[in-house]
């Protein structure tokens, strides 16, 4: 659409305008009334997206920037290219196995067009031949006239091979649907304008499968910043990374955060200073496990780390 075209309710003004006008005359000359124009309903303008790009600081730019550019090629499409088969020939243009459309469960809605943005691209893990990178978008689809808002968050694996960096699997998110009723601590942390939390998130709090540990830890650490959280429940591998031990996340039991007071955890203009002092809050909220890019002493025995995967997040888990 050309950015200088009218807005939808000019678009039906001036229609109207010029169907009264050429019905005025067509009956120059006759007693005949003029027809009446009803404009149709202008279908909704979709959001403006920008394309997903890593910024300084990353360990593996090329891992997610492979992962994010399949999600977008799948999740985003304008009119009369939505579908599967419309999917494939967008991955296959990526040099991706077209198959993996068949994974991408909620990333391909029913719709005329879509949009996505991508929110964060975080590690779910990072070795030295395979990664996890857990992609988080917010997305709209149009159907008709209806605008749609939704987002999920995806946990694409990854492989290094000789040319670079291949998808091998798509894990989207599944939150489960809303509970009947949530804990108080719940309701507050979805309602705190200073948290910000991206879709998959917040239908995990709204699922009631996360524990209010989690969420109290939110609210306490919202009273002194500004926290924009990655992932809490959904969307997260089950287990640690490159381990059979379970993680606390599929669990309710931890949430991690990639921006604080606006700043991105992983860019090295970041304070280090504003992480460290953020990662203890976190421990003294009750977490037993902070993970995070910046190595802490102190604590008890374990309760904080850093390592690649938690370059660019901090992580904060919970024994219940």
Same mark, same amino acid.
């Given at each position: 659409?050309?950015?200088?075209? *009218?807005?939808?309710?000019?678009?039906?003004?001036?229609?109207?305008?010029?169907?009264?006008?050429?019905?005025?005359?067509?009956? $120059?000359?006759?007693?005949?009334?003029?027809?009446?124009?009803?404009?149709?309903?202008?279908?909704?303008? =979709?959001?403006?997206?920008?394309?997903?790009?890593?910024?300084?600081?990353?360990?593996? *730019? @090329?891992?997610?920037?492979?992962?994010?550019?399949?999600?977008?090629?799948?999740?985003?499409?304008?009119?009369? !290219?939505?579908?599967? @088969?419309?999917?494939?020939?967008?991955?296959?243009?990526?040099?991706?196995?077209?198959?993996?459309?068949? %994974?991408?469960?909620?990333?391909?809605?029913? @719709?005329?067009?879509?949009?996505? %943005?991508?929110?964060?691209? %975080?590690?779910?893990?990072?070795?030295?031949?395979?990664?996890?990178?857990?992609?988080?978008?917010? %997305?709209?689809?149009?159907?008709?006239?209806?605008?749609?808002?939704?987002?999920?968050?995806?946990?694409?694996?990854?492989? /290094?091979?000789?040319?670079?960096?291949?998808?091998?699997? =798509?894990?989207?998110?599944?939150?489960?649907?809303?509970?009947? $009723?949530?804990?108080?601590?719940?309701?507050?942390?979805?309602s705190d304008d200073r948290i910000t939390l991206p879709p998959a998130a917040v239908a995990d709090l709204l699922s009631g499968r996360v524990h209010t540990s989690?969420?109290? @830890?939110?609210?306490?650490?919202?009273?002194?910043?500004?926290?924009?959280? $990655?992932?809490?429940? $959904?969307?997260?591998? =089950?287990?640690?990374?490159?381990?059979?031990?379970?993680?606390?996340?599929?669990?309710?039991?931890?949430?991690?955060?990639?921006?604080?007071?606006?700043?991105?955890?992983?860019?090295?203009?970041?304070?280090?200073?504003?992480?460290?002092?953020?990662? /203890?809050?976190?421990?003294?909220?009750?977490?037993?496990?902070?993970?995070?890019?910046?190595? =802490?002493?102190?604590?008890?025995?374990?309760?904080?780390?850093?390592?690649?995967? !938690?370059?660019? !997040?901090?992580?904060?888990?919970?024994?219940?």
């Amino acid at each position: 659409m050309s950015r200088h075209a *009218p807005p939808p309710g000019r678009r039906a003004v001036l229609a109207a305008l010029a169907g009264a006008a050429l019905g005025a005359a067509g009956c $120059s000359g006759t007693t005949a009334p003029a027809a009446r124009v009803t404009p149709s309903p202008a279908a909704p303008e =979709l959001p403006h997206t920008t394309p997903w790009r890593p910024g300084p600081g990353e360990v593996e *730019p @090329a891992a997610k920037r492979r992962a994010v550019r399949l999600v977008e090629a799948i999740g985003a499409w304008p009119t009369g !290219h939505g579908g599967p @088969a419309a999917a494939r020939s967008r991955v296959s243009a990526l040099g991706l196995p077209p198959a993996l459309v068949g %994974q991408a469960g909620p990333l391909l809605p029913p @719709a005329d067009q879509a949009a996505l %943005q991508v929110v964060f691209a %975080q590690y779910g893990g990072i070795l030295s031949r395979s990664a996890s990178v857990l992609v988080v978008c917010r %997305q709209w689809a149009r159907r008709g006239a209806a605008l749609t808002p939704g987002g999920t968050t995806v946990d694409v694996r990854l492989s /290094r091979g000789p040319h670079g960096w291949t998808v091998d699997a =798509l894990r989207p998110a599944h939150p489960g649907p809303p509970a009947r $009723s949530l804990p108080p601590d719940t309701r507050a942390a979805l309602s705190d304008d200073r948290i910000t939390l991206p879709p998959a998130a917040v239908a995990d709090l709204l699922s009631g499968r996360v524990h209010t540990s989690v969420t109290r @830890a939110m609210r306490a650490l919202a009273r002194t910043y500004r926290i924009g959280v $990655s992932v809490v429940r $959904s969307g997260h591998p =089950l287990d640690v990374f490159g381990t059979d031990r379970p993680s606390d996340h599929p669990r309710g039991r931890a949430f991690d955060v990639w921006r604080v007071d606006g700043h991105p955890v992983v860019d090295p203009a970041t304070s280090r200073t504003l992480i460290e002092r953020f990662m /203890r809050d976190a421990a003294a909220a009750g977490s037993y496990n902070v993970g995070g890019p910046v190595p =802490l002493s102190g604590g008890a025995a374990g309760q904080f780390f850093s390592d690649a995967t !938690h370059h660019d !997040h901090v992580h904060i888990g919970f024994r219940a």
